[in-house]
T-cell receptor, first 112, second 112 residues
Framework: GENVEQHPSTLSVQEGDSAVIKCTYS??????FPWYKQELGKRPQLIID???NVGEKKDQRIAVTLNKTAKHFSLHITETQPEDSAVYFC???????????WGAGTKLIIKP | DVKVTQSSRYLVKRTGEKVFLECVQD?????MFWYRQDPGLGLRLIYF???????EKGDIPEGYSVSREKKERFSLILESASTNQTSMYLC???????????FGSGTQLSVL
């Protein structure tokens, strides 16, 4: 079955710098890749997602890139701000599946 | 805005008790999910349901059961609570496969 690995488990960056979180997946048939952000004590919320027919998607300071050949996708956050501090989860799925396969999460710390 | 409401934010139960966790969504979503979240383990799927009275096992169904008698309500049942079921439980819903998941605010269950 599908397996998703997420790195690093903790990432500390200086405010204003960029942050990159990487995920790899095992099932080449996976075609949907969302990213969720969970602030401390709050519920996870979708911040961006990408489908396998595109290689990159941007939304203001966040972007996701997908490399289908290498079976990995990455979340990029530019000009990081204190409110970006959170745990970020990647996931992968097939269209035919109800179930997302989740990465273990990355705790992003923004240092002032 | 979609609302996914979980009946309790904090719950304390004793070993051996039967525990009911309730989840209600107000957007007529087809799919509903119960996740368990533990530090360092990410989100693990317990059960999901894609229709009324339908249920499917997730990754960690042992010790749990579910009920979906009405489309808007999905209940998680711990038949005989054990200390290793102490965790944060998150309910989620979405309108169809590979669409945005809407999470409830979670129930922190402590089994003593």
């Amino acid at each position: 079955g599908e397996n998703v690995e997420q790195h690093p488990s903790t990432l500390s960056v200086q405010e204003g710098d960029s942050a990159v979180i990487k995920c790899t997946y095992s099932d080449s048939a996976s075609n949907y890749f969302p990213w969720y952000k969970q602030e401390l004590g709050k519920r996870p919320q979708l911040i961006i997602d990408i489908r396998s027919n595109v290689g990159e998607k941007k939304d203001q300071r966040i972007a996701v890139t997908l490399n289908k050949t290498a079976k990995h996708f990455s979340l990029h956050i530019t000009e990081t701000q204190p409110e970006d501090s959170a745990v970020y989860f990647c996931a992968a799925s097939l269209d035919s599946n109800y179930q997302l396969i989740w990465g273990a999460g990355t705790k992003l710390i923004i240092k002032p | 805005d979609v609302k996914v409401t979980q009946s309790s934010r904090y719950l304390v139960k004793r070993t051996g008790e039967k525990v009911f966790l309730e989840c209600v969504q107000d957007m007529d979503h087809e799919n509903m999910f119960w996740y368990r979240q533990d530090p360092g383990l990410g989100l693990r799927l317990i059960y999901f349901s894609y229709d009324v009275k339908m249920k499917e096992k997730g990754d960690i169904p042992e010790g749990y059961s579910v009920s979906r008698e009405k489309k808007e309500r999905f209940s998680l049942i711990l038949e005989s609570a054990s200390t290793n079921q102490t965790s944060m439980y998150l309910c989620a819903s979405n309108p169809s496969t590979n669409e945005k998941l809407f999470f409830g605010s979670g129930t922190q269950l402590s089994v003593l």
